[in-house]
């Protein structure tokens, strides 16, 4: 994912902004979400929440004949020390990039 977009929050710089990667720094349940905007076309987007490139949940957009859709997932996920935790665009084209879409995640509890 290219997100050349705007990181608000990264205490202790996990995220990395040009892979667009957070790499978990403890083992953990952590908590995930991301909100993505699909351009106005009649073609349906998919992305997943990878987890060391494996998916693990999915957001989906429709073909509706609308101006913008939008579509957002989260979940609580165990997390290893160094997993690699990410957004892929499975299909689709996401308004302006990802520069409309937002991925957070926070530790809940450390193990």
């Known amino acids: 994912m290219d997100c050349s977009g705007t990181v608000l929050v990264n205490i202790g710089n996990h995220f990395d902004l040009k892979a667009s990667v957070f790499q978990a720094p403890r083992r953990g349940i952590y908590s995930f979400s991301f909100h993505v905007v699909k351009v106005y076309n009649r073609q349906t987007i998919q992305v997943n929440l990878m987890q060391n490139d494996y998916p693990v949940i999915s957001a989906f957009a429709g073909d509706q004949d609308v101006t913008r859709e939008a579509a957002s ?12 935790v990410y957004l892929k665009l499975e299909r689709g084209t996401l308004m302006g990039g990802w520069k409309y879409s937002t991925f957070s995640g926070f530790l809940v509890f450390p193990l």
Do not use: A, K, Q, S
Not at 79 to 84: A, L, M, S, T
């Open 73 to 84: 997932n989260g979940v609580l996920l165990m997390v290893e020390r160094d997993d690699r």
